[in-house]
């Protein structure tokens, strides 16, 4: 018979400070918060931003609860009902309903015709690449691959069109200590 220990000891550099007040449930969100933190970083997202997170699910909803906490304004998109109803009861956010409303037309209406600073595909489908690329502002706009998709999406872009328009494609993977520090805090302050 196997049984798991209440306390076990390990080194001083695996643990990382939360809380008291933050329950073991929530706790336990270290390692994905950990994930959006870097990929916010990495897409350097900045206060006052216009940024789009491209689905509702677990990870797109961490991603678009980190780069608010870190100042953007956000919009997300997502074709599912249920998702869709979570995401805007969480408040934060401006919640398109991608099966009824073209998603790029309606970032394109929310941000006053500019389209967004960045995008983060939270999904990892060829549609919603397209979907992402093509919300994104006229230059410097940043297109952030979020998680790998199988079957493998596909991503069609015009070289000169980004080298013109000076986008990037950020591809998102791997914290290190830093990111799990700032997602410990970022837990803590709820």
């Known amino acids: ?76 998109t997502e074709v599912d009902a249920r998702k869709i109803e979570r995401a805007g009861s969480m408040g934060f956010a401006d919640v398109v309903d991608a099966a009824h409303e073209d998603p790029v037309e309606a970032v394109k209406r929310l941000t006053g015709g500019k389209g967004a600073d960045c995008v983060i595909a939270a999904v990892g489908a060829t549609a919603a690449y397209r979907q992402g690329y093509d919300m994104l502002k006229q230059s410097r706009g940043r297109l952030v691959l979020f998680p790998a998709g199988y079957p493998k999406p596909e991503l069609h872009v015009a070289p000169n069109e980004l080298h013109y328009r000076k986008i990037e494609i950020i591809g998102a993977l791997r914290r290190d200590r830093i990111d799990w520090l700032d997602a410990a805090k970022l837990i803590s302050k709820r």
Not at 15 to 33: G, K, R, T, Y
Not at 36 to 64: H, S, W
């Open 1 to 76: 018979q196997k049984r798991f220990a209440d306390y076990i000891v390990v080194d001083q550099t695996f643990v990382l400070p939360i809380s008291n007040d933050v329950p073991p449930e929530h706790a336990a969100f270290l390692e994905p918060v950990s994930t959006a933190v870097q990929c916010v970083k990495r897409a350097r997202i900045a206060p006052m931003e216009d940024v789009v997170v491209i689905g509702a699910g677990t990870m797109g909803l961490l991603n678009a609860q980190v780069a608010h906490a870190f100042g953007a304004r956000v919009i997300v």
